[in-house]
């Protein structure tokens, strides 16, 4: 029977995670295009987007509070009640011509993009130990389905309404409508009460922070994030420049998206077989791979395959960083712990989006290419310096 529990709650938020990724992955797809070609905004295109990221990275703290004290359930549908106003307010912004709505959108919809990143977490409290990896691998899988509806109601929207893409927002408020519905049906184990949280000795943050597995693995997930944003916010505006029609931008997309979460169904027992540092680096050289493609031309081809490879390098890497991640810190600090992770992944997320217009606009798409190896750099450096550490712990 708990067996039953367990993979009937599993398969419940991964379904959540499909449709509210989805959500994420219209945004994406959707609001540069809608803001450069409606708007005539192009230097600030992707302005709104990075209004989300730093949503996120305002709303982690906060919305992990929320979830200890009350409890994921009631956290997560307080998420989907800032994604419907988000995407309204964008879809306002649009329809009215008023680019600070849409900024404003972003800025909401970025706390429900923050409590969406918070199901991997929650995932492994779903399952029994041991079992961690599989389950955010498990629940990052309903990715796959996102990269299928995002894209799919994007292309299907985006010229239903005028002007173009406010359908695309409206079809948004709808995917956290049924995100909420969903959400009542999970069971979450109950909130930490407050004399279990005061229990024990809690580390201050620092010093969770600053240990070698925590500071890597937040590294990791920042550069896999930043890397994924960098190129993925930028790839609709530098197809369009390429003369490409902005429908090959909704393939490139559901591929990018594609590349993203299919890996997720064996990531896990990959982590499991090799280890989670072997994982890490297959992941940033899959990002270089991607770099390298995206380097040799301009053509349709170049653009899927890149995109593509980003995709599945960003798995490996995040879902290695998560998996190290969870390792770091007791339970009364997860709150705290998974915060300050995503707030750090997420403030450079933010900054990456915000120069991808700007850079696309004013250098282009090989020079955003070229600072991309520099970041995937820095992966490579990380993961194996601790793989060296633990090496001369063992020998």
């Known amino acids: 029977m708990n067996d039953r529990r367990m993979a009937r709650n599993l398969l419940l938020l991964a379904c959540c995670q499909a449709i509210g990724q989805a959500g994420n992955v219209m945004m994406f797809t959707a609001t540069a295009l809608a803001v450069s070609g409606i708007l005539q905004i192009h230097d600030w295109a992707t302005l709104p987007v990075t209004m989300q990221h730093l949503g996120v990275m305002l709303s982690v703290f906060p919305a992990a509070l929320l979830m200890q004290r009350r409890g994921r359930g009631f956290g997560f549908r307080v998420g989907s009640l800032c994604g419907m106003l988000g995407a309204t307010l964008c879809g306002y912004g649009l329809w009215s011509g008023q680019f600070l709505f849409m900024c404003l959108g972003g800025l909401v919809l970025g706390y429900a993009v923050a ?50 893409y406010t359908a695309t927002y409206a079809g948004m408020v709808g995917i956290h409508i049924a995100v909420f519905v969903l959400m009542c049906f999970i069971r979450f184990p109950p909130p930490m009460a407050k004399a279990q949280r005061a229990a024990g000795v809690q580390r201050p943050l620092w010093v969770i922070a600053t240990q070698p597995d925590f500071a890597v693995a937040a590294i990791a997930a920042m550069i896999a994030f930043g890397t994924m944003s960098f190129l993925m916010s930028a790839s609709p505006l530098a197809i369009v420049a390429c003369g490409l029609p902005q429908t090959e931008a909704h393939w490139v997309i559901f591929l990018h998206v594609m590349g993203m979460f299919v890996p997720s169904f064996f990531t896990g027992n990959l982590i499991q077989r090799f280890g989670v540092l072997n994982v890490m680096l297959l992941g940033a050289v899959l990002l270089g791979s991607g770099v390298t493609v995206g380097l040799h031309g301009l053509d349709a081809w170049n653009f899927r395959a890149a995109l593509m490879l980003n995709g599945v390098g960003w798995n490996f890497l995040f879902v290695g960083a998560t998996t190290l991640v969870t390792t770091t810190y007791r339970p009364a600090e997860r709150g705290k712990a998974q915060a300050m992770n995503d707030f750090l992944v997420f403030g450079t997320t933010a900054t990456c989006s915000l120069l991808a217009g700007l850079l696309q606009n004013r250098l282009g798409w090989f020079p955003l290419n070229y600072m991309s190896i520099v970041l995937i750099m820095v992966a490579v450096a990380a993961v194996g310096w601790l793989k060296l550490q633990r090496r001369g712990a063992f020998a």
């Open 115 to 164: 409590s969406l990143q918070m199901y991997r977490f929650a995932a492994v409290e779903l399952v029994g130990p041991g079992l961690g990896a599989k389950a955010i691998s498990w629940v990052t899988a309903g990715g796959v389905v996102a990269g299928i509806i995002g894209p799919t109601l994007a292309r299907a929207t985006f010229d239903k309404w005028q002007p173009m």
